[in-house]
């Protein structure tokens, strides 16, 4: 179906006053565009572009709605620590509900493009497993940004967080970043480049 919206304030654009929207998609943007089946007068609403959410935890999301997720000091460290027992236990469908939930309300927002940092100290990378499959499965409504992230430590994760974070790049994340907080003081001879 194609839409024409008239009369429209299109930020940073005033010359601009018309959208034409064609099966959910933009089109085009301007003035005197074609006649269109369906019109809508925005009677000079502000248009403006999608919003952006740089820095989000879709793995652990809504994770503090059982007793063994209450915070109680209210501590990013208290918080780190609580995360590492509940995703022990967490399962897929889990952690694909609770993303899910956060996506749909950021998109609610106009949110349309998440960055979500996932942390890979999880030797199954289960919360990396669940983004792929939802990145893949939204793309036409979201667009996701995935950071293989090790929360407790690149270098301090004794479970080989360096070599996480390179699975995690091989598996389909985007980028990655590390935590200042889980690593403490950075030494001598640490910086390594990661290869995929």
């Given at each position: ?59 652990y999301v809504y994770t503090g709605r059982n007793d063994g997720g209450k915070i109680k ?124």
């Amino acid at each position: 179906m194609k839409r024409k919206y008239v009369n429209a304030k299109i930020y940073r654009d005033e010359s601009a006053t018309e959208l034409m929207v064609e099966d959910g998609m933009f089109t085009q943007i301007g003035s005197g565009l074609p006649p269109c089946e369906e019109e809508i007068d925005l009677n000079g609403k502000l248009v403006l572009p999608p919003y952006v959410d740089p820095h989000l935890h879709l793995d652990y999301v809504y994770t503090g709605r059982n007793d063994g997720g209450k915070i109680k000091s209210g501590t990013l460290f208290e918080g780190i620590a609580r995360w590492h027992e509940i995703k022990k236990t967490q399962t897929k469908d889990d952690a694909r509900e609770r993303a899910l939930a956060a996506i749909r309300e950021e998109l609610s927002q106009g949110v349309q493009f998440i960055r979500t940092h996932i942390d890979v100290t999880d030797p199954k990378l289960l919360g990396l497993q669940v983004m792929l499959e939802l990145r893949e499965e939204l793309k036409d409504r979201v667009t996701i940004q995935i950071v293989s992230f090790p929360q407790e430590g690149m270098y301090a994760y004794k479970g080989g967080g360096y070599e996480l974070v390179e699975e995690g790049l091989k598996m389909g994340a985007d980028c990655w970043g590390e935590s200042r907080i889980s690593n403490g003081p950075v030494k001598s001879g640490r910086n390594r480049s990661i290869a995929w």
